[in-house]
């Protein structure tokens, strides 16, 4: 009896151990939001002498002149606008591209593949001198239309990736009996492939919709134009011009990265589902 | 070049242990973890001009949270300037850094830990074993090849890490934490030599496609 209660005892004071450690670490990581917060509802005065969390009186008017005057309500509009646009791109694009890959013979499509698979290789560093150039010589450079262009482009390959593996399991009697129904093969890929491959299209949506509205290095290079920005961009260029204007700063964090936060949490599954596949994939 | 170095491998050693200790420490039979899960993977969905905005401003020399607090508890020698010390703002960077990025490395070795199967360990435990063998029996040989996975990944996610850099010191002071695709983007934006900065990115680009290249070869030699 001793030495059961003895183990058990050693159980608990483990776990409470492993606990502490992973209490203290999740709350490092919550921490700078909490702070980020509490700093965007202080006044421009209280912001360098109140160390406290939660502000006694809460300014929300800092998000008020944030939207306005920081200019973070056009930079959001445009962020959203974006990142909409091209997660629809990606969706038709790719899974009518890995559909075909999957299912349709025709010369050639081997080695296209592989050009998009290797094109998930290059790192964009490698590649947005070149990119500049192009958009430059096209008339495509501070426009929004060559920026979606290129974060389709940015997300195609692993998409399609995530998708041909999709659809080369997919059993192929369902399309036979489309065929016979009298189904297009474009029917067929929107009547019958695209509702069953709903759970990857999520895994798809959700990855490279926190991409498009996270990405900075191409919306930096390609816009100079403030009207266009997205949110990124205009955080650091906010930054960079007011630097001492902490609060109205603070908020447009918030602005920024509330949405990705909540959108995080009630898609978790498929981000987590998406990040242990990704890495497979590289 | 060497900058991108020192983060690497700060980021190698310390984020990667800290996930592993931390995926290691999910795995048992605990409550809560997936809330802790959900928690640790945060950071790595903020973007990178977020991440170091807000930490900037903690790590403000003259208004930051942590210096205050550390004068607060009477630790005033132990405050800096941590972002424009030059002989601090490297290993700072690195830090946030791996702060923002080890929930990546967490999420993979926990799938890997995971497909350990459990009798492996019934196995043991009748044999005789206590937690420390099967752990360096099991446990270890069977994440070393996702522990060279997340290497890879870590490398790869760092030799970028430079939209961090921009936001929390802008490659400054004077150069002190200057990384190869600033440098890039500098030869561009600052001095519109773009041949240079071509052969910057050509550079560069291949070292990073030879570290996928191993990467790739390797994924493929192995099956989750």
Known sequence: MK???????????????????LISVAITCIFPLIWMIGSSLKTQETIFRDMSLIPHKLHFEN??????????GKYFLNSIFYTVSVVFGIIIISSMAAYAFSRLKFPGRNILFVMFMAAMMIPIPGSFVPLYILLNKLHLRDTAIGYILCMVNVGLSTSIFLLKTFFDKMPKELEDAARIDGCSKLGIWWHVALPLAKPVLAVVVVFNALNVWNEYI????????????????????????????????????TITALPIILVYIFMQKYIVKGVTQGAVVG | MLNASYITVIALVFQNALAFLLAWA?????????????????????????????????????????????????????????????NLALTTVSVVHCWKGFGWGFLIFLAGL????????E?????????????????????????????ILTILGTM??????????????????????????????????????CAQGIVFGVVLIIISFVQYRFSRSRKY
């Open chain 1, 3 to 21: 030495t059961s209660a003895y183990y058990k005892s050693k159980k608990v004071a483990i776990n409470l151990l492993v606990h502490l450690f």
């Open chain 1, 63 to 72: 998000y008020y002149l944030a939207w306005t005057e920081g200019g973070f």
């Open chain 1, 218 to 253: 191409l919306a930096l290079i390609i816009f100079d134009n403030p009207h266009l920005m997205p949110l990124q961009v205009g955080l650091a260029r906010f930054g960079g011009e007011f630097i001492t204007r902490y609060p109205l700063l603070m908020a447009g964090l």
């Open chain 2, 26 to 86: 999910c795995d048992r039979e605990i409550r809560a973890k997936n809330w802790y899960r959900v928690i640790f993977f945060i950071p790595p969905v903020l973007s990178e001009v977020v991440v170091g905005l807000v930490w900037k401003w903690i790590l403000d020399g003259n208004y930051g949270l942590l210096n205050g607090w550390l004068n607060a508890v009477g630790l005033s020698g132990w405050a800096h300037n941590w972002l424009s010390d030059p």
């Open chain 2, 114 to 121: 995971q497909t350990i199967p459990r009798e492996l360990y």
């Open chain 2, 123 to 151: 196995a043991a435990r009748v044999d005789g074993a206590n937690a420390w063998v099967a752990f360096k029996n099991i446990t270890i040989p069977m994440m070393i090849p996702v522990a060279v996975l997340v290497a």
């Open chain 2, 160 to 197: 970028q890490a430079f939209v961090l850099i921009i936001a929390m010191t802008g490659g400054g002071p004077a150069y002190h934490t200057q990384v190869p695709v600033l440098r890039i983007l500098g030869s561009i934006q600052g001095s519109s030599r773009f041949g240079y900065a």
